[in-house]
């Protein structure tokens, strides 16, 4: 069974940045898509970002685009969201995701695996 565990959460000042990883395992991860996800108190799951089986194509939400990055590494089955210039309303629980690569990857019923989430806080 696949499993995926987040990790790099925290308190931040506006302005700052933290690096969220997630460790998979239990199936192929080269075959995976996979995405980041957050929920905020009172909103819905809200698509971040995606990245391609290779990582060669990524994709992100406007909200985000120009200050997060995400990567992943195929050999530690690792993916990673870089978070630069951060803002209080990026507070939130981030969720790490993965998917069949065909599926549609802003939609979170595309993804069938999901971490626990790990908790950022933005503070003003």
């Known amino acids: 069974q696949e499993q995926l565990v987040e990790s790099g959460g925290g308190l931040v000042q506006t302005g700052g940045s933290l690096r969220l990883s997630c460790a998979v395992s239990g199936r192929t991860f080269s075959e995976r898509a996979m995405g980041w996800f957050r929920q905020a108190p009172g909103k819905g799951r809200e698509f971040v970002a995606s990245v391609s089986r290779s990582g060669s194509s990524t994709v992100y939400a406007d909200s985000v685009k120009g200050r997060f990055a995400i990567s992943r590494d195929n050999a530690k089955n690792a993916v990673y969201l870089q978070m630069n210039s951060l803002k209080p309303e990026d507070t939130a629980v981030y969720y790490c995701?993965?998917?069949?690569?065909?599926?549609?990857?802003?939609?979170?019923?595309?993804?069938?695996?999901w971490g626990q989430g790990t908790q950022v806080t933005v503070s003003s």
């Open positions: 995701a993965a998917r069949q690569p065909f599926k549609s990857y802003g939609n979170s019923a595309s993804y069938d695996a």
